[in-house]
Structures are given as structure tokens and as C-alpha cells.
């Protein structure tokens, strides 16, 4: 049928969007001589960044961002996802056991993943104690146990993925710091769903090496 102006709620469209902006403003730069010397991904970013990294061919990345999308599209409706002001030791303290951390963001910000009414429940907290928060335009609980059913099939539909080392770095917002290109098969794009995103870590590993321009796509 015809989607109009929502298809981009739908995570099958807006995934695949987003890795073809990606692709192509990391072209464009090439294009004007500006080359990277590492490359790091937030979430579905990762799948662009690993083929900027060499690690994967523009093929098998299409492969990883067409499966990827396609699963997830399958959980839309049965959770949501909230950022938080809050750094990750501090929200675990207040954290209930049906929301999860999605991802780590900076040293001031985390996102939570759960079911919708879990997320209301506990922003009912965050606004009793006058912590900033705010619900994501998603209905979606990326990052979180919502995701679990759709392990077998993404296994399985990448399960032939051909991941090879990177020509320049690439650092896993999966672990949080550098990884071996070749790495990036299967079973690291089911983390890359269904682990909390490290991308503090991996950023904060960067400045360490005296990195200190970043151009976001």
C-alpha cells in the first residue's frame, strides 16, 4: 500500500535511508579529499561505518542494512525508548528490571528501551526527582530484550556475510573500543541489535589518541 509522508516510521524504510545518506556524504567528502582517519557508528550507523572502515564491500553492507532493517521492522509496536540525563552508574541505581540502557551516549546521557508502559512507569520517577528526560519519536525498543525473537533469522540471513580487515580503524560502539574488521560478521550485527551502544567508550577512546575533529553523518 501507500505509506506517503509515514513511511519513515517504518524502520525497513528509515534504516535503509539513513545508510544510503551515509554512503553518500561519505562519497561526496572523498570526493573533496577529505578521508577519515578512523570511523566509528551509533547503532544502525555501524553498518555504514564498517564499509567506510573497508571491513565490509558496499555489497555485503547493503546485505547487513537490508536483513537488519527487514527483522526489526517485525517488533514495531511493542516498545518504545526514552533519553535520559543521566550517566550510566547513576541511572543503574534507579533503573527498574522491564526498562534496559539501550545505549551510553555521553558522560550526561543514556537512552532506555522497554515496553511502553514500563517507560511511563519509570519516567513518573525520573520526574519526581527532576531528572530531564525525553520519549523518542519510535515505536521501537531497539537495544533491549524486545529484540530477542528476531536472533535466529538475522543469524541465519547473514549467516554467508564475507567481513574482511579494515584499511583504516574501526572502533565498536558494540565493545566500545577498536575491533579487527574481519569480526564483522554474523554474530557481531546480532550484538550490534540487540547490545546496549557503547558510544561514549568509543568516542572518549579517540580523544585519548589525540583525535580531535569529527564530522557526523
Known amino acids: 500500500g501507500t505509506l506517503g509522508e509515514n513511511r ?26 577529505i578521508t577519515a582517519q578512523a570511523v566509528v557508528g551509533h547503532s544502525v550507523g555501524e553498518i555504514a561505518a564498517a564499509w567506510a572502515s ?31 540525563s543521566l550517566q550510566e ?8 528490571q522491564d526498562v534496559c540502557i539501550a545505549g551510553i551516549n555521553s558522560s ?8 511502553a508502559a514500563a517507560l511511563d512507569r519509570f519516567e513518573v520517577v525520573l520526574k519526581k526527582k ?22 535466529d533469522g538475522i543469524l541465519s540471513d547473514l549467516s554467508d556475510l564475507v567481513a574482511q580487515p579494515t584499511t583504516i580503524p574501526f572502533s565498536s560502539t558494540v565493545f566500545g573500543n ?21 558510544f561514549h567508550s568509543a568516542i572518549s577512546g579517540f580523544c585519548h589518541e589525540e583525535m580531535n575533529v569529527f564530522i557526523e553523518i
Open 178 to 198: 577498536p575491533l579487527d574488521g574481519s569480526r564483522l560478521a554474523a554474530e557481531y550485527w546480532w550484538d550490534n541489535i540487540r547490545q546496549p551502544v557503547q
Open 130 to 151: 527532576k531528572i530531564v528526560y525525553k520519549r523518542l519519536p519510535l515505536d521501537y525498543a531497539f537495544h533491549s530484550p524486545i529484540m530477542d525473537p528476531i536472533r
Open 8 to 33: 519513515l516510521e517504518f524502520t525497513e524504510f528509515a534504516q535503509l535511508a539513513l545508510f544510503a545518506l551515509q554512503v553518500g556524504i561519505t562519497e561526496m567528502l572523498r570526493s573533496e579529499a
Open 54 to 84: 573497508g571491513a565490509l564491500s558496499l555489497q555485503e553492507a547493503t546485505k547487513v542494512i537490508y536483513y537488519r532493517s527487514l527483522h526489526q521492522g517485525k517488533t514495531k509496536g511493542k516498545g518504545q525508548m526514552t533519553a535520559v
Open 89 to 96: 552508574n547513576d541511572l543503574n541505581e534507579i533503573l527498574p
Open 108 to 115: 550526561k546521557g543514556c537512552t532506555i528501551a522497554g515496553e
